[in-house]
Each structure stands twice: as C-alpha cells, then as structure tokens.
C-alpha cells in the first residue's frame, strides 16, 4: 500500500480530482480524471487504501487522466488520490463518492481507429460503434480537456469522423462519450496513440 510523504521535504499539494464528479453514476469500468503538478505520477485509491484503482503521468498541461484498473463492483464506492513528485508524495486528496452502475442506460461507444499504441498523421480519422443506433459520439483529448471530433451515429449502429484540427506531433491520450438526447454514456477505456510530424501514419501491428 502506498502511504503519503511524512519528510521534512517541501510538501506537494494533493492532486484535484475532477472525473468521477461527486455523486455521479458511472459504469464498471471508468475514467479518473483530474490535475496535478505537470511530471508528476498520480495513484487513486480506494478509501481503505486496499486497492490501487490506477496510476498515471501528469501531463505538461497539468492533467492525468487513465481509466480503472480492471472493474469496481456495483454499488457506493469512493476514491482518494495522492500524486509523487520530485521524490515527495502529497496527503491524500479530498474523498469523491459515487455509484457505479452494473449496466448505464447507454453503454460506453467502441474506438475501432485509432488502435491502441497507433501510429498516426496529424489530420486523425476515428471510427467505432455503439450499442443504440441514435445520438453523438464525442471524442476529447484529454492531456488539454479539448474536444477533438464529434460523430453522429448511423443507422447501422457505426460512427465516422476525423479531428476537426490536425493534431500536433506527439503522443495523444483520448475517451469518447455517447450522448442521445442530453443522456450520456459513460467514458471509454483511454487510447493512446503517438502522432508522426511527418509521412503518413500507420496502425500498431
């Protein structure tokens, strides 16, 4: 179990937690999402501190954002996050609850492209389906809290789109929400993927 820094060090602040929103209802297997200082590693935690929820690198904008570790039950659940930096761990941040539901209403939508580890271009296709053949597919990066691409959803249940700007160089983190009619899905499992500056992209093989 990890335990926050007790030195004489200089103290670094606990990380903010933005996703899950308090309250919330979410799916098994969902999106932590918050801020910290940029370079840092963040860990969430179970309120018992028994089980490492996930872990991940804070971003040069100040944002981490990874999905669970696996599945939490259904149920009332709570997290708490402490980050690392420079060697020194924060206390822990303020507890969030919420209620992770077995099935949501709109199940989470599917990324087909870009494959997880991709290599791509900067002028980024995507594509994948859902479950209910109605509503938006919304697709945000998450290392700048921008939304990249939006995707109506057809008749056959499959979502198109390219970014609506090309993308700099470099490596990219990304979820999707379903939204039909002011309801929305939960958040899909991050893909990363590494944006080339020159040539064109190719999938991870």
Excluded: C
Excluded at 98 to 112: G, R
Excluded at 138 to 166: C, H, Y
Aim: glycine letters at 10%; aromatic letters at 8%; hydrophobic letters at 35%.
């Amino acid at each position: 179990m990890s335990t926050p820094d007790k030195s004489n060090k200089q103290p670094v602040p606990p990380p903010t937690i933005t996703y899950p929103e308090k309250d919330s209802k979410t799916g098994v297997a969902t999106l932590f999402l918050g801020s910290a200082i940029p370079g840092a590693q963040v860990q969430v935690w179970n309120i018992a501190n028994t089980h490492l929820l996930g872990s991940g690198h804070v971003s040069a904008n100040g944002r981490w954002a990874f999905s669970i570790s696996g599945v939490q039950s259904p149920g009332q659940q709570g997290i708490h996050a402490h980050q690392t930096w420079q060697g020194v761990t924060s206390e822990w941040s303020e507890e969030r609850s919420y209620t992770v539901l077995l099935q949501p209403a709109i199940d989470v939508p599917v990324i087909f492209e870009p494959k997880e580890g991709a290599q791509t271009n900067t002028v980024l296709a995507l594509s994948g389906d859902v479950t209910k053949a109605a509503g938006v597919v919304s697709l945000f990066d998450l290392d700048t809290g921008e939304m990249i691409a939006n995707a109506d959803v057809d008749s056959f249940k499959q979502w198109r789109t390219q970014v609506t700007k090309p993308l700099p160089p470099g490596p990219h983190r990304i979820s999707a929400i379903q939204n039909i009619n002011g309801e929305f899905s939960d958040w899909v499992r991050v893909r990363t993927f590494t944006v080339i500056a020159k040539g064109k992209g190719k999938g991870k093989t």
